[in-house]
Each structure stands twice: as C-alpha cells, then as structure tokens.
C-alpha cells in the first residue's frame, strides 16, 4: 500500500535549486496547472523527489485564497504522489518539482486531482524517454 503522508523532507526549500529549476529546468503544463522540474545532483533527502508549489499573488489578491489553493494543490500532489515514485524508484538522482497554478480562478479540487494526477503521468512518461 502506498504511503500517503508528505514529510517535511519532501519539500523544496533550497533557494539555490528552486533559482536553478527556473533557470533550466524543464516544463510543461496541463492546466490548471504547470510543472517545472531538474534532476538535482546533491541528494538533500531520501525522497526521489522534492516538491514547491507556487500561486500568483497577482491573480488571487486575498492570502485565505491562496492558501486555499495551496491546500489543495499539497492535496492533490499527496494522494497522487506514489505513481511519481514508482517511475522514479530505480533513479539515484533527486529531482525538484515546482508546481505553478496557472488559471485565473479557483477550481474544484476534483478538477486540479485530475490535472495532478495527469501532470505526474505525463512527467514519468517523459522522463522514461529521456534516459
């Protein structure tokens, strides 16, 4: 059985690696969503991956609608988490992953499960590929 929980050694708070995801990371979208990632040469945990997720303060003015948003984007990425190991299970490296919330208003969680669920897919789809 998967384990659903996300630890704090999950996250990515490394500033010098989220400055290099944009730099030259690799991306995609699947909207609502969008999904920049780079595989990391130091490993900052035991995870396969670590996860950052961003919502424009310019689109959602109110702090409680962003973090709605958060909430459920942390949701989304929790439950769904354990098909992006499963492709990754094999890989020393570490990848970051940086999810941006990309549409101009707040959808159902069942809409951004779906766009979460698709998005991890279509990344181990393509990571496959790459190797």
Partial sequence: ???????????????K???????????FAQYPLRLVWLPVENRQS???????????????????????IRRMLREAY??????LYRALQDEE???????????????????IEGAMYKLIRRFAKQYRKRR
Wanted: positive net charge.
């Fill in 46 to 68: 035991s995870y396969p991956s670590q996860f950052a997720l961003s919502v424009p303060k310019r689109k959602f003015k109110r702090a409680v609608d962003r973090n709605r």
């Fill in 1 to 15: 059985m998967p384990d659903f929980s996300f630890e704090k050694a999950e996250r990515l708070k490394s500033r």
């Fill in 78 to 83: 929790r439950l769904n988490k354990h098909h």
């Fill in 17 to 27: 690696i989220i400055q290099a995801l944009f730099k030259q990371g690799n991306s």
């Fill in 93 to 111: 490296q570490q990848i970051a992953f940086m999810v941006l919330y990309i549409a101009a208003e707040e959808l159902p969680f069942a809409q």
